[in-house]
């Protein structure tokens, strides 16, 4: 009498066919992994994936050659384990540009006091009247130029000068002030060649001069 050879249990033509495979431990011995059939294996990865979704974008089909690295992607990483590199530095290890400021310069308005006596010789009528017109072509010469004002300043009035000897009184031409920006000293005197201190009020200069600290 033949003994009935035992297929293996994940054979077709095995009584244990519909059985589900035994887990570890049941039926081949406690600690002892069950035997892999080939169909459980997993399915290797096409090549045309694995190289090709790489290098090619799903088109190269095989490894790349010696020949094919003079047409790969340059690396992306800095090589030290750093932030990748996209071409580019990220904004935020970028300084910002420092940018360098535009000269300043002071404007003093002048006036001598010969002509302020002349002015004040005039009717109070035409006083008036040149103070209105004087005061509008102001406001016009600053809204023209606010680009360029720094300090609109103000207008002064009687001197007191400081000196080692103490404090005395003093005489000068000097009525008001204003501050203004610009690449450089005659752009910035050019600002008030039409300026009304001159052209409507009895004026005698706009001196312009840089601030050097």
Known sequence: MHAT???HPHTKHSRNAHRPPPTCGEGFGVGVAPPIHPAQLPRPTPPSRLWGGVWGGGRTAHPPTSRDARRLPPPRGDGKGGVPST????????SPAKETPMPRFLALYTMRAENIARFRALPKSEQDAIDAKGVGRWKEWEAEHAAALVDRGAMVGKTRRAT???LADAVNTICGYVVVEAPDLDTAAGLFIDHPHVTVFPGDAVDVMPFVT
Do not use: E, R, W
Not at 87 to 94: A, H, N
């Open 87 to 94: 071409g580019t530095t990220p904004q935020s290890l970028i």
């Open 164 to 166: 080692a000897a103490g």
């Open 5 to 7: 050879p035992i297929l």
